[in-house]
C-alpha cells in the first residue's frame, strides 16, 4: 500500500491512525499542501479531487479518510475499529461523522485560505473563524460523549474506534491554534487515552518524515 497524506492533514492522519491500529505496512508518500504540491499535474493524474489522504491499495486508489478507514475494516478486519453490534457501530459512525462533517470541513486549510486571500480577512479574524468551529463542535461532541453510557475509556468502549480515530487528529488541530480546551474534561481524557497508544503517538504529525 501506498499513502500519499501530508503530515498536518487531520484527515490523513485519522487513516494513518487506523493502519497503525492494524499492523498494516504502507509507504509513506508526503504531498505538502502548504507548498501546493497536491495541484501538481503528476498528482491531478492520480486524484482527481487533488486532496488527500489518498490510498493505493492492490492498484486502486482510494479517497475521502473515512471512506478509505472503513475499506481497511472490510479487508483486515483485526482488530476491529467498529462494534459488532448495528446501533454501536451507528453510533461510533455518528461521532466520527460530527468531526469530519460538521467540524473538519469549515476550518481545513483550503477554507482558511479563501477567507484571508479571496475574503480578505485578517489572520486573527481567520483564527477566530477556526475557533469558533472547532470549540462549538467539540462542546457537541462533549455532550454526547459524557452523557452515553457506553462511552467507556474510549469513545465507545474500551477499544479504539473508528470514532477515535477522527477524535485525536481533530484535538491536534485545536492545539495548534490555541483553541481553549479545559471546558470539554471527556474529550480531553479520551484523547489522553488515545495518546497513550503507539497507533496514535507514533504517527502524530510532528512524528512523520515530512514534518516541518
Known amino acids: 500500500m501506498q499513502l500519499y497524506n501530508y503530515f498536518r492533514s487531520s484527515a490523513s492522519y485519522r487513516v494513518r491512525i487506523a493502519l497503525a491500529l492494524k499492523g498494516i505496512a504502507y509507504d509513506y508518500v508526503a504531498v505538502h499542501l502548504a507548498r501546493n504540491e497536491h495541484l501538481r499535474p503528476e498528482f491531478g493524474d492520480l486524484s482527481a479531487t487533488r486532496l488527500v489522504p489518498l490510498l493505493e491499495s492492490d492498484g486502486t486508489l482510494l479517497t475521502q479518510s473515512l471512506a478509505i478507514i472503513e475499506y481497511l475494516e472490510e479487508t483486515h478486519p483485526t482488530p476491529p475499529l467498529l462494534p459488532a453490534a448495528a446501533l454501536a457501530r451507528a453510533r461510533v459512525r455518528a461521532l466520527a461523522y460530527d468531526i469530519a462533517c460538521e467540524i473538519h470541513p469549515?476550518?481545513?486549510l483550503r477554507v482558511l485560505r479563501y477567507l484571508v486571500h479571496d475574503l480578505k480577512l485578517s489572520e486573527d479574524d481567520k483564527n477566530r473563524w477556526y475557533r469558533h468551529w472547532v470549540e462549538?463542535?467539540?462542546e457537541v461532541?462533549?455532550?454526547q460523549l459524557?452523557?452515553?453510557?457506553?462511552?467507556?475509556?474510549?469513545?465507545?468502549?474500551?477499544?479504539?474506534?473508528l470514532a477515535d480515530c477522527a477524535?485525536?487528529?481533530q484535538i491536534h488541530n485545536a492545539m495548534r491554534f490555541d483553541c481553549p480546551l479545559g471546558n470539554v474534561p471527556t474529550v480531553m481524557r479520551i484523547f489522553d487515552e488515545c495518546m497513550s497508544l503507539a497507533a496514535f503517538s507514533k504517527t502524530q504529525p510532528s512524528a512523520c518524515p515530512d514534518a516541518t
Open 167 to 169: 477524535l485525536v487528529p
Open 106 to 108: 469549515l476550518n481545513n
Open 141 to 143: 461532541m462533549e455532550r
Open 136 to 138: 462549538s463542535g467539540l
Open 146 to 161: 459524557a452523557a452515553h453510557p457506553a462511552t467507556g475509556r474510549f469513545c465507545h468502549g474500551d477499544a479504539p474506534t
